[in-house]
């Protein structure tokens, strides 16, 4: 089992950046590949980006590419997720995921979750 918790969500204007942050317990979180997905209203859960467990890999969704880093400290049992150059359309809940391995993560089955945060971003 692993047990997610995120924070850093809130309001920011377009153009603007936020951090979002995600603390994990549970099964050893070093060997755990982590990423963030999120949820606009009326809209499926869609990936935004995945980070490996040994931290070379990252892998993000074509409109988050070149605005978002992932990252992740394996000493703090932490995953980040630095987000500029905000738009409105970035406005979801955003959850933090974790899974045996960055292939499974990717799909969004079998994950664990965390239970969201909001960010809007006003035009």
């Known amino acids: 089992q692993v047990q997610l918790v995120e924070s850093g969500g809130g309001l920011v204007q377009a153009g603007g950046s936020l951090r979002l942050s995600c603390a994990a317990s549970?099964?050893?979180?070093?060997?755990?590949?982590m990423g963030w997905f999120r949820q606009a209203p009326g809209k499926e859960r869609e990936f935004v980006a995945g980070?490996?467990?040994?931290?070379?890999?990252?892998y993000y969704q074509p409109s988050a590419k070149g605005r978002f880093t992932i990252s992740r400290d394996n000493a703090k049992n932490t995953v980040y997720l630095q987000m500029g150059s905000l738009k409105p359309e970035d406005t979801a809940v955003y959850y933090c995921?974790?899974?045996?391995?960055?292939?499974?993560?990717?799909?969004?089955?079998?994950?664990?979750w965390g239970q969201g945060t909001q960010v809007t971003v006003s035009s």
């Open positions: 995921t974790a899974s045996t391995d960055i292939g499974t993560l990717m799909i969004g089955a079998n994950n664990y």
């Open positions: 549970g099964r050893t979180f070093s060997r755990t590949a």
């Open positions: 980070i490996d467990w040994s931290t070379v890999n990252t």
